[in-house]
């Protein structure tokens, strides 16, 4: 047990649950806030030279509730590390290191960098039946983070391999339907401009999903874009919720990178199956004649997850999946490939390329 004058110093809800090392909280007005430490340690031993590894990070996480409207949530660590080959090659290759960005040297030659993650999520609207169940709601949030779409281990669409980014996120849910958009602003290419500051592009997605809640099935729908422009601005037709991107962009000329995926899960008892399909580009009369051209640009995913009887492991469970890219998927002539800070904002991967994953 600890001294009971450290703990007065630290306050009466000072370790009040496992994940809240000190907390103040207000169960009446539903208010809440809480910091805690954040540690990320990892070794590898050395291999001949080459893929030593060392993670060094120290951090903070700041949870806050103000009533069931607004919450904030923010982490920030700072790292030194040792990396093994294969990061360095990437590093070395593209200037930024993978899932997090930029990075300097310290004098004893130690990989250091700082990452940090914050966002506002706010309840803009909410209706409910007498019977207490939903009608529809609309949340918005506001940040700087990663976001992972799909059920996947791994994702097609989005997934959180490439660094946080500032990001703009509302979602609309009435009944079995959801709807979301997501704008991000992305690193174009690591190049600057004249005021020394990294060059942009921009995302914008909208994706619904529709729920079988007694079959235990859910289906999607998603369109992205990514856009850049000279002057680093954002393209205004863009910010529509509701317009289909195809149809913005063919109209500006067609100069950005529109991808479309479809997404499905089922679920029965304790067995989730899973999948997803992305078109990058399609020309009909090109693959009817040559199969294997490289405008056919598309990926798919399939999976499965089973969660383990109880009688067995509390949380255990088995994944097993297969992902699959075409050549030249995600990519465009212009800087309008699909990527963060030159890492991808889907698959680590990237594209050409068969892949067979399992975890448990």
């Given at each position: 047990t600890m001294n009971n004058k450290v703990i007065l110093k630290?306050?009466?809800h000072f370790l009040p649950h496992p994940n809240r090392f000190w907390s103040y909280s207000d169960p009446e007005e539903l208010d809440e806030f809480a910091i805690n430490p954040v540690l990320d340690l990892a070794y590898g031993p050395n291999d001949n030279g080459l893929n030593e590894y060392l993670l060094n990070g120290r951090g903070l996480e700041v949870i806050a509730q103000m009533g069931n409207q607004v919450a904030l949530?923010?982490?920030v660590l700072d790292y030194q590390a040792i990396n093994p080959a294969p990061i360095k090659e990437f590093m070395a290759r593209r200037s930024t290191l993978p899932g997090v960005g930029m990075y300097s040297t310290n004098f004893a030659g130690y990989t250091d960098y700082f990452f940090a993650t914050g966002y506002l999520d706010a309840k803009l609207i909410e209706k409910t039946k007498p019977n207490g169940n939903l009608r529809y709601r609309i949340t918005a949030t506001l940040g700087y983070d990663q976001q992972h779409i799909g059920t996947g281990f791994r994702s097609l669409l989005l997934s959180n391999f490439a660094g946080p980014s500032a990001f703009l996120q509302v979602q609309y849910q009435i009944g079995p339907f959801k709807y979301q958009n997501l704008f991000k602003e992305l690193v174009r290419d690591m190049s600057m401009d004249s005021s020394r500051t990294v060059n942009k592009k921009y995302m914008a997605m909208h994706r619904g999903t529709?729920?079988?809640?007694?079959?235990?099935?859910?289906l999607g729908f998603s369109e992205s874009i990514i856009q850049s422009r000279p002057d680093n601005g954002i393209d205004l037709s863009y910010l529509n919720p509701v317009i289909f991107y195809r149809s913005v962009e063919r109209d500006l000329g067609s100069p950005d990178n529109i991808l479309i995926a479809l997404?499905?899960?089922?679920?029965?008892?304790?067995?989730?199956?899973?999948?997803?399909f992305v078109l990058d580009e399609f020309h009909t009369n090109k693959i009817i004649a040559?199969?294997?051209h490289s405008y056919n640009k598309h990926g798919y995913q399939l999976g499965a997850y089973v969660q383990l009887p109880k009688t067995w492991a509390?949380?255990?469970f088995v994944q097993l999946e297969y992902n699959q890219v075409r050549p030249?998927?995600?990519s465009h002539y212009s800087a309008n490939h699909y990527t963060h800070r030159l890492q991808s904002l889907s698959h680590p991967l990237e594209s050409n390329f068969k892949e067979l994953v399992w975890r448990g």
């Open positions: 630290t306050g009466k949530y923010s982490t529709l729920e079988f809640e007694k079959l235990g099935l859910e997404d499905a899960n089922w679920k029965h008892k304790n067995i989730m199956l899973y999948g997803q040559q199969p294997t509390n949380y255990g030249f998927t995600y």
